[in-house]
């Protein structure tokens, strides 16, 4: 017994695959680009975080070499020697809307000044190590 064959028609891809294909790309684009967005957020914040190290470290080598010295009496100028990789200018953080913010050097961790006498931080918690101080 002989079982016949259909011919095989090429039929194509109807408006509903190709829609849903659309649909799924889109869908993959949009995603990419809010993940990129929130990288960008968390790059100044890692970075901010790197700076701020940097400087407390410098902070407690001048304290060890000035045991008489404050924290209130720390200065950049005084920092300046004591931080890494003989930097030329005290260091300065970029915000999120790429405002140039300072670090008050006078507290101990040493913190980003939020332009109004506050500090800076804009995560919603100060335990997460991003754009915090004092929990190194």
């Known amino acids: 017994m002989r079982i016949k064959l259909k011919p095989y028609r090429n039929r194509g891809l109807t408006l509903l695959e190709i829609s849903l294909v659309i649909f799924i ?33 410098a902070q407690r080598t001048y304290l060890a070499d000035h045991p008489h010295e404050t924290v209130s009496s720390l200065t950049n100028a005084k920092l300046l020697p004591y931080l890494p990789n003989q930097v030329t ?16 050097v006078a507290t101990m961790p040493a913190n980003i000044n939020d332009g109004s006498g506050g500090v800076y931080d804009l995560s919603d918690s100060s335990e997460d190590s991003l754009w915090d101080v004092g929990k190194f």
């Not at 889109?26 to 990129?36: C, E, F, G, K, Q």
Request: aromatic share 6%; glycine share 10%.
């Open 25 to 57: 790309l889109i869908a993959m684009m949009s995603a990419s680009l809010h993940v990129a967005g929130g990288m960008g957020e968390w790059r100044l914040g890692k970075d901010a975080s790197e700076t701020l190290r940097s400087v407390y470290v």
């Open 89 to 104: 200018s005290f260091p300065t953080i970029k915000g999120v809307n790429d405002e140039v913010l300072t670090i008050n």
